[in-house]
């Protein structure tokens, strides 16, 4: 992708690299991380951590407003033999352990669900079918905690699907053992009007991996973030996303990877297509590379294509390295926009215009699609973009 | 015999929010077999003339007729225009990113041919092709025209042309930017479709250079939007010698 002369108006693709004791990395959050909604002040847009996100689109979540209203979501868990499926209060000592709420919505959203959702797979048992959580929205408004805890050497693949209208608060926390192996494939496919704040809080035991895709279609305003540590060396984490950003809609993936363990490795890879007026895809990705990670290992990608005029992407990768003794760390990050020169160019050769541009965004997104590594969530991303050019077509 | 008819030709361009005509009556006849060289100098309106054949929405046909075989051009879209059979090799190739060589030429060769080619024979057909412009094979892997250089676009050009097989070929300025080695490999690549006898070629060019590999039936100096001169292979000899100085005195699209 032509990396500089062809970002399209309206987008911006920063990045730093900083090599100092100063830590960006926090000092981008106005408050420090905690439990308590209390502890964050009600954000007024211009916080770092903020300043990309449309508050008056979030119905209330970062202000208090939001209420939960008993129909907002339905969950259901359908999981193989040997796993174990429970509801659990506040005070279960499996809650919280993955990551802390690093922002108001997220504390908002601890403070408030009333009942959390356990989800084990025992130490060595390895699953040849995946996990499968439903979240259908009904319209209201929820707050949720979800844990999905691994055991040593534990093997799992977990796909939790968001559909329907909802106005959602969440907290997802996955807790690897030593050794374990877990796949987590977040599907957000909401209807229009639906808003999703989510942190996922990912904590990587020793030698063990953690991949997670994150695809996201629909909602009004979905902003999600993944969120990595180690709790042992020798941890894998790969983050994988991809999102299709239609027009008035808001996408916000912010990530985070704390190497603040040796010998880990993370690798982070976000593909995003845009089209129609007002689609705001914002990608933020943070690395950290603590004084005490030595050997560390981590590259983090950011791709845009920009289908039409109208779309705006903040695409801002940042790199805070406190160590010299690692083995590699990188970043980039590339906006680039389908115009008419390049329909021009297809149509000349006597392909069609929807082809075209089906051809342009499937070969964009390949790679990561192959990731993805379930099959039917693999066929349903390829059909969703299929539905998505087909209706800026028509 | 595929007959490319251009009629009184009128086209024009929206610039600094002006309309301004670049084609001023254009007429010329390509028959399949023919080679025509158009030779002219900058800002006579050659490539105006090749983009809006092909159907460029920047160029606005003010007046006059395109057919193909009688069927009208100028009323088809863009993709039918080259499922109808004419092809432009760019001055300027356009990268797409995201989409590899080998997807491309096989989408590509679907639509012209109206069904995919048999994987087996396809793939043979674009190796051999490949191989005879000196092309790599990696080249098939990687995105369309991204990160190419000026020698390597106008290969990836001529690849499509063999590939595709058109009834017209127009090449606007394929050889500009070139070395001479590579200019030979081009231009031996444009030679070998020629010489099945299939193709009429519209060989747009500022230099005489490349007529030394490539030898038009026809030379057409192309001033001021409309031909000024045609004659054969010897009107190229007097451009060589003489320059464009007798067609552009007086004229402001210098």
């Not at chain 1, 004084?291 to 590259?299: I, K, P």
């Not at chain 2, 006849?29 to 054949?53: C, D, F, R």
């Not at chain 2, 060769?109 to 674009?126: F, M, N, S, Y």
């Not at chain 2, 060019?205 to 045609?230: M, N, Q």
Request: proline share 3%.
């Amino acid at each position: 992708m032509a990396e500089a002369q062809n970002i399209p108006v309206g987008s911006t693709t920063a990045g730093s690299i900083a090599v100092a004791a100063e830590s960006t990395v926090a000092t981008r959050m106005s408050a420090p991380p905690s439990f308590d909604v209390a502890d964050f002040p009600v954000p007024h847009g211009r916080e770092e951590e903020w300043r990309f996100t449309p508050l008056e689109r979030l119905r209330g979540l970062h202000d208090g407003t939001a209420v939960a209203t008993g129909d907002g979501v339905k969950v259901d868990v359908q999981a193989p033999q040997g796993v174990t499926v429970e509801a659990v209060g506040r005070d279960d000592a499996r809650l919280g352990r993955a990551g802390t709420p690093v922002d108001r919505v997220a504390a908002q959203a601890y403070s408030a669900f009333e009942q959390a959702s356990v989800v084990t797979v025992p130490k060595d048992t390895v699953l040849t079918e995946p996990i499968r959580v439903t979240v259908h929205g009904q319209g209201g408004t929820a707050f949720g905690h979800q844990v999905i805890e691994l055991g040593a050497f534990a093997e799992a693949v977990v796909v939790i699907d968001h559909t329907g209208d909802a106005v959602l608060a969440a907290n997802v926390d996955y807790l690897l053992g030593d050794g374990a192996k877990l796949t987590v494939v977040s599907v957000q496919d909401w209807d229009d009007k639906a808003v999703h704040v989510a942190q996922h809080n990912a904590l990587v035991g020793r030698d063990a991996s953690f991949k997670s895709v994150v695809v996201t279609f629909g909602g009004d305003v979905v902003r999600l973030h993944p969120r990595v540590a180690y709790a042992g060396t020798g941890g894998e984490a790969e983050l994988y996303g991809l999102y299709f950003t239609d027009s008035g809609q808001h996408q916000e993936h912010r990530l985070l990877v704390d190497h603040n363990t040796p010998h880990c490795k993370s690798n982070v890879a976000y593909k995003g297509a845009l089209q129609g007026e007002s689609a705001h895809a914002v990608w933020i990705g943070d690395v950290l590379i603590e004084a005490a990670a030595e050997g560390t290992d981590t590259y983090e990608m950011n791709r845009n294509l920009v289908l039409t005029d109208g779309a705006r992407v903040d695409s801002v990768p940042n790199l805070e390295i406190e160590t010299g003794e690692i083995v590699g760390a990188g970043h980039a990050s590339a906006t680039g926009r389908f115009d008419d020169e390049q329909l021009f160019y297809l149509m000349a050769r006597g392909i069609p215009e929807y082809e075209a541009r089906r051809l342009v965004v499937r070969g964009f997104f390949a790679e990561l699609v192959q990731q993805i590594g379930v099959a039917d969530i693999e066929e349903r991303l390829l059909a969703k973009i299929e539905e998505e050019l087909e209706a800026s077509v028509a | 015999m595929a007959t490319l008819e251009i009629r009184d030709l009128h086209v024009t361009v929206e610039a600094d929010n002006a309309t301004k005509e670049i084609l001023k009556g254009v007429d010329l006849t390509v028959k399949q077999g023919e080679t025509h060289a158009i030779m002219g100098p900058n800002g006579s309106g050659k490539s105006t003339l090749a983009y809006s054949l092909a159907g460029h929405p920047k160029y606005t046909i003010t007046g006059g007729t395109v057919t193909l075989d009688g069927e009208d051009v100028l009323e088809m879209s863009v993709d039918e225009r080259a499922r109808a059979g004419l092809f432009l090799a760019m001055q300027y190739p356009v990268e797409v990113p995201g989409v590899s060589v080998s997807n491309f030429l096989r989408t590509s060769a679907t639509a012209i041919r109206g069904e995919a080619p048999k994987l087996r024979t396809w793939v043979k057909e674009v190796k051999e092709a490949m191989e005879r412009l000196h092309m790599d094979p990696s080249f098939a892997e990687r995105n369309v025209n991204e990160g190419f250089s000026g020698g390597e676009k106008k290969r990836h050009e001529i690849l499509q042309l063999e590939l595709l097989k058109p009834k017209i070929a127009i090449l606007d300025e394929t050889d500009s930017g070139l070395d001479v080695d590579a200019l030979r490999i081009v231009s031996e690549g444009v030679n070998r479709v020629r010489e099945t006898g299939e193709v009429g070629t519209l060989l747009i060019t500022h230099y005489t250079r490349i007529l030394r590999y490539i030898k038009p039936d026809h030379v057409h100096v192309f001033a001021d939007g409309r031909i000024a001169e045609s004659g054969g292979a010897e009107l190229a000899d007097k451009l060589e010698n003489e320059g464009y100085e007798a067609y552009v005195k007086g004229g402001a699209s210098a």
